[in-house]
């Protein structure tokens, strides 16, 4: 396991490698500041923020390092303001843990958010799968509106016609359906 520990106080950082103790394969970077760049550089399977109070700007920066690389975050943070473990957990992390960092937790407290952030990935991923299924499928639906208005088809015979067009070409049927739909709207004068 890579483990990326971002404090400004080393004692604490050692209770998370502390904490790990026993894991195997196991390496523990630490950082006094998050830096997306060195994240990026050493790609851990987690990362675990520690700090006396979180800031809003490392929040931020967890916001935009895991949108652009998805992985699961733990926040330790001795006190918080109102508002902040919703704005981090908004932000991508896993776990936010106030006044409970000891290394008898940091294990548990770590498996849990990486199993958590496993299964809020796949729910994600899901999501978007399904988002763009029903895309492709609307787009299906306009492009047989299309065959059977311009030429006549039932709907049956449009979907076979957009079916025929996507194994001729060896491309998925929405795709085939969206350029049918391009084309359609640059000839009426609504394209580029």
Do not use: C, W
């Given at each position: 396991?890579?483990?990326?520990?971002?404090?400004?106080?080393?004692?604490?950082?050692?209770?998370?490698?502390?904490?790990?103790?026993?894991?195997?394969?196991?390496?523990?970077?630490?950082?006094?500041?998050?830096?997306?760049?060195?994240?990026?550089?050493?790609?851990?399977?987690?990362?675990?923020?520690?700090?006396?109070?979180?800031?809003?700007?490392?929040?931020?920066?967890?916001?935009?390092?895991?949108?652009?690389?998805?992985?699961?975050?733990?926040?330790?943070?001795?006190r918080s303001e109102p508002g902040l473990a919703e704005q981090a957990v908004l932000a991508g992390v896993s776990a936010y843990v106030v006044d409970g960092l000891s290394a008898a937790r940091v294990r548990s407290v770590l498996e849990v958010a990486m199993s958590r952030f496993q299964l809020m990935n796949g729910l994600r991923q899901d999501l978007e799968k399904a988002k763009a299924d029903l895309a492709s499928r609307k787009t299906v639906e306009r492009a047989k509106a299309l065959l059977m208005k311009e030429r006549g088809l039932e709907e049956e015979a449009a979907y076979r016609v957009l079916r025929k067009l996507s194994m001729d070409t060896g491309r998925p049927i929405g795709a085939v359906a969206a350029d049918l739909v391009a084309f359609a709207g640059v000839l009426k004068g609504n394209g580029p």
């Amino acid at each position: 396991m890579r483990v990326l520990v971002v404090d400004p106080d080393p004692a604490r950082a050692a209770l998370v490698a502390e904490g790990l103790a026993g894991v195997e394969p196991l390496e523990v970077r630490h950082a006094l500041l998050f830096n997306e760049a060195e994240a990026a550089t050493f790609a851990p399977d987690v990362i675990v923020v520690a700090s006396d109070s979180p800031d809003r700007d490392t929040i931020e920066s967890l916001r935009e390092a895991t949108a652009a690389n998805p992985r699961p975050v733990v926040m330790f943070v001795d006190r918080s303001e109102p508002g902040l473990a919703e704005q981090a957990v908004l932000a991508g992390v896993s776990a936010y843990v106030v006044d409970g960092l000891s290394a008898a937790r940091v294990r548990s407290v770590l498996e849990v958010a990486m199993s958590r952030f496993q299964l809020m990935n796949g729910l994600r991923q899901d999501l978007e799968k399904a988002k763009a299924d029903l895309a492709s499928r609307k787009t299906v639906e306009r492009a047989k509106a299309l065959l059977m208005k311009e030429r006549g088809l039932e709907e049956e015979a449009a979907y076979r016609v957009l079916r025929k067009l996507s194994m001729d070409t060896g491309r998925p049927i929405g795709a085939v359906a969206a350029d049918l739909v391009a084309f359609a709207g640059v000839l009426k004068g609504n394209g580029p």
